[in-house]
């Protein structure tokens, strides 16, 4: 069974940081690009991060350029992302995702997904 489960979200004030975590079974993870994409209230799901299978290469949304920090553990199987100076605009459900294709920011490009964690910033 293919599995990916975030966690580490919270609620937090601005200027303050995270580390949400997202552990993948075996299946999922090995060869994979892993990414983040978030869904605020009413909006529609938007691309945060992305990392190569072997943590090469790393694309951003802009948004989050300079803030957000993607980073794997392939040993562990588990894909981060660190959320420094967080704005009240960073709250949203985050998820995490899986799949073969490089340099994508499209949702319909990854294959498999988690439950998401939420993540609140109060100003």
Known sequence: QVLLVESGGGLVQAGDSLRLSCVASRRTFTGYS????RQAPG???EFVAAITWSGSST???DSVKGRFTISRDNAKNTVYLHLNSLKPEDTAVYYCA???RLYEKRGDAYD?????TQVTVSS
């Open 112 to 116: 498999y997904w988690g439950q998401g």
């Open 59 to 61: 694309w951003y949304d």
């Open 43 to 45: 909006k529609e799901r």
């Open 34 to 37: 892993m990414a983040w994409f």
């Open 98 to 100: 899986a799949g073969t």
